[in-house]
Each structure stands twice: as structure tokens, then as C-alpha cells.
């Protein structure tokens, strides 16, 4: 899988959108990005992924450049519920299922008031 | 909306002892998974499971470490002889079949080797 890095911290204002950047510049043209979050120690959860197109759902937007060298992952209004550690995971996409995620250390998105 | 459960969400325990820990995933699904994370460092995988066997295991899940999926709902985590390194939140997760391959993941159990 290939290697992700991100910024260790970010804080963000409750109502604001949230951009937490994520750089894959290794990344294959098979290999997906995936974000999810984890909210203080609680299990991880997934938030959206996408190969090159950008994607939105009721959560988030996932934008991917052109040479998908690297991605921003968009909370349109944030809340303080969202104050959660972001990961930004690379992977091969298997049909059916069944890859391990490998986590890395990810950004802690403080939101306040 | 259907979601993983486990049991118990804290664990204490003495060095050497036996524990089991217990995951119901989210019913149809077909691929499970253990993972730990040791307090304030990244979330770890441990184990997949799919078919009733092992898909693939990381170098932590060595001989102390088995698991099982003992009847339909159920998937379990065994540590033979708990040491003080196992304490960590123990995450199961599960994964359905079909065009999305998103792992949800249960809220954890918290285990304390005292």
C-alpha cells in the first residue's frame, strides 16, 4: 500500500468547512483512497473513499487531483462532534473484500466553538 | 442501521491468565477482523478471517493469540496467557460482500493486564 502523510494537527470553526489534506504521492493506479475517523478511542469509521473522480456523500467530499498524487477530504459545516483523528488510507481496492487497513498516526481535527 | 457489537467493553485481567474476547458482527456479512490499538499509538492490524479460516495475520498475532467464529453471530479473540504488553483497545470489525468493501467497526474492548 502505498505510503500517506498528513498533517499532525489541524483546528477548524464549529459551522466552518474543514480541509484535511492528505498527500499519496506514491500511490499506483489501482489503489484507492479511503478516509476514516476515529472520535477519542472509540472504533474507526469509515467516511468516504474514491479512485480519481471526487466524491461526496452525507458526510464528507473527497477531492482528488488530476495525477492523484494527492487528496482533501472536505466536512462542509463542521461541528464539535467532529473533533475525531482523520486517516487517510491507501489501498488496493479487492473485489469482495478482505484487505487488512493499515493505519498511519493521522490528523487531529480540533473543532471549536 | 445494523452495527458491530463486542463484549465486554473492559477487560482486567492478571498476567498469564486466559481471555476471550467477544465480537457479534453485522449479520450477512463474510470477512472479520481484529485490531488493536495501544493507548496513544496507531491502530494495529491483528487478524482477518473469511470462510472459517485465516485470510492473513500480522507478525503480532503469534501462538498466544487464536480466533474463532464459534456459531453464526458470533467471532471471538482468545489470548492464551495475557501479558502486560497485550493491554490495549481490541477493535473487531466486519465487511459485507458486494461493491462496497467498507470495514465497520465494533466500539471496542478495552483490555488491562495488571
Known amino acids: 500500500d502505498a505510503k500517506t502523510t498528513q498533517p499532525t494537527s489541524m483546528d477548524c470553526a464549529e459551522g466552518r468547512a474543514a480541509n484535511l489534506p492528505c498527500n499519496h504521492s506514491t500511490i499506483s493506479g489501482n489503489e484507492y483512497v479511503y478516509w476514516y475517523r476515529q472520535i477519542h478511542s472509540q472504533g474507526p469509521q469509515y467516511i468516504i473513499h474514491g479512485l480519481k473522480n471526487n466524491e461526496t456523500n452525507e458526510m464528507a467530499s473527497l477531492i482528488i487531483t488530476e495525477d492523484r498524487k494527492s487528496s482533501t477530504l472536505i466536512l462542509p459545516h463542521a461541528t464539535l462532534r467532529d473533533t475525531a483523528v482523520y486517516y487517510c488510507?491507501?489501498?488496493?481496492?479487492?473485489?469482495?473484500?478482505?484487505?487488512?487497513?493499515?493505519f498511519g498516526t493521522g490528523t487531529q481535527l480540533k473543532v471549536e466553538l | 442501521e445494523p452495527e458491530v457489537t463486542q463484549t465486554p467493553s473492559h477487560q482486567v485481567t492478571q498476567m498469564g491468565q486466559e481471555v476471550i474476547l467477544r465480537c457479534v458482527p453485522i449479520?450477512?456479512?463474510?470477512?472479520f477482523y481484529w485490531y488493536r490499538q495501544i493507548l496513544g499509538q496507531k491502530v494495529e492490524f491483528l487478524v482477518s478471517f473469511y470462510n472459517n479460516e485465516i485470510s492473513e495475520k500480522s507478525e503480532i498475532f503469534d501462538d498466544q493469540f487464536s480466533v474463532e467464529r464459534p456459531d453464526g453471530s458470533n467471532f471471538t479473540l482468545k489470548i492464551r496467557s495475557t501479558k502486560l504488553e497485550d493491554s490495549a483497545m481490541y477493535f473487531c470489525?466486519?465487511?459485507?460482500?458486494?461493491?462496497?468493501?467498507?470495514?465497520?467497526f465494533g466500539p471496542g474492548t478495552r483490555l488491562t493486564v495488571l
Open positions: 449479520s450477512n456479512h463474510l470477512y
Open positions: 488510507i491507501v489501498r488496493v481496492r479487492v473485489t469482495g473484500g478482505g484487505n487488512k487497513l493499515t
Open positions: 470489525a466486519s465487511l459485507g460482500q458486494g461493491r462496497t468493501d467498507t470495514q465497520y
